[in-house]
């Protein structure tokens, strides 16, 4: 992949800082499910559950 990378560098991710995201991370709500993360595969898994399981698997919270 080294090669097609140096000749397409556009296509590496972009990086993205999970600790910062992480600390100043709240709990998911409907509105907050539809703003984009700006993380590619993560908005992937957030539609993929909704569609599969509903969105109140993303917003009740079970921990404590």
Same mark, same amino acid.
């Given at each position: 992949?080294?090669?097609?990378?140096?000749k397409f560098p556009h296509y590496l991710p972009?990086?993205?800082?999970f600790r910062k995201i992480a600390e100043a991370?709240?709990?998911?709500?409907? %509105?907050? @499910? #539809?703003?984009?993360?700006?993380?590619?595969?993560?908005?992937?898994?957030?539609?993929?559950?909704?569609?599969?399981?509903?969105? %109140?698997? @993303? #917003?009740?919270?079970?921990?404590?």
């Open positions: 992949m080294k090669p097609f990378f140096e972009h990086p993205f800082d991370g709240k709990l998911h709500t409907k %509105e907050s @499910l #539809i703003q984009d993360s700006g993380y590619v595969p993560y908005e992937r898994w957030k539609k993929t559950v909704i569609a599969t399981e509903g969105i %109140e698997q @993303l #917003i009740t919270q079970v921990e404590f």
